[in-house]
T-cell receptor, first 113, second 110 residues
Framework: DAGVIQSPRHEVTEMGQEVTLRCKPI?????LFWYRQTMMRGLELLIY????????DSGMPEDRFSAKMPNASFSTLKIQPSEPRDSAVYFC???????????FGPGTRLTVT | DQQVKQNSPSLSVQEGRISILNCDYT??????FLWYKKYPAEGPTFLIS?????DKNEDGRFTVFLNKSAKHLSLHIVPSQPGDSAVYFC?????????FGAGTRLTVKP
């Protein structure tokens, strides 16, 4: 397996624009997680899915953030409208089982100017 | 609300010596703990884990110790190598919750 795949690796956009981050989990994994990493707060869990169903989105900072998982092999994290404070590295991770070790993608570095 | 704390943002160690990374937690319901290592421009990778029924788990140069009464765990790397230079995150699971620490940047000097 190629591991967790994220795209794009880098995204630079202007404030107010819509941003969509994409993730392909490892085949067979039943959990998918979205994280945000910042210098101030470290790794924050935004939302996670089990078998494509959102389970806990309490970490999503605002209504501007939304996530979907239309099938077992694809998920998106959307920010609309984007703001400069959304600038961070966003990671997607997947696992087999809720509390087993997670496999992370390489991350998407988002810069909002 | 930081339920998992890594109080040392950075640590510098000489090659060949022991590296000790610390992690404290506040939620007594956490019962499974993991360490991840992260290199620049890459995602974190799983390193080692420990269940609350144990107080030690060893894998090669890496050993994790758990002190449940103190709500404290530590990762020991011995001997440290320059390739171990990375950011290390601890994570705690339990009671349908999972939290990561903010990370400690380890630098191993040749």
């Amino acid at each position: 397996d190629a591991g967790v795949i994220q795209s794009p690796r880098h995204e630079v956009t202007e404030m107010g624009q819509e941003v969509t981050l994409r993730c392909k989990p490892i085949s067979g994994h039943d959990y998918l997680f979205w994280y945000r990493q910042t210098m101030m707060r470290g790794l924050e869990l935004l939302i996670y899915f089990n078998n494509n169903v959102p389970i806990d989105d309490s970490g999503m900072p605002e209504d501007r953030f939304s996530a979907k998982m239309p099938n077992a092999s694809f998920s998106t994290l959307k920010i609309q409208p984007s703001e400069p404070r959304d600038s961070a590295v966003y990671f997607c991770a997947s696992s087999f089982g809720r509390f087993h070790e997670q496999y992370f993608g390489p991350g998407t570095r988002l810069t909002v100017t | 609300d930081q339920q998992v704390k890594q109080n040392s943002p950075s640590l510098s160690v000489q090659e060949g010596r022991i590296s000790i990374l610390n992690c404290d937690y506040t939620n007594s319901m956490f019962d499974y703990f993991l360490w991840y290592k992260k290199y620049p421009a890459e995602g974190p990778t799983f390193l080692i884990s420990i269940s609350s029924i144990k107080d030690k788990n060893e894998d090669g140069r890496f050993t994790v110790f758990l002190n449940k009464s103190a709500k404290h765990l530590s990762l020991h790397i011995v001997p440290s190598q320059p390739g171990d230079s990375a950011v290390y995150f601890c994570a705690a699971n339990g009671n349908n919750d999972m939290r990561f620490g903010a990370g400690t940047r380890l630098t191993v000097k040749p």
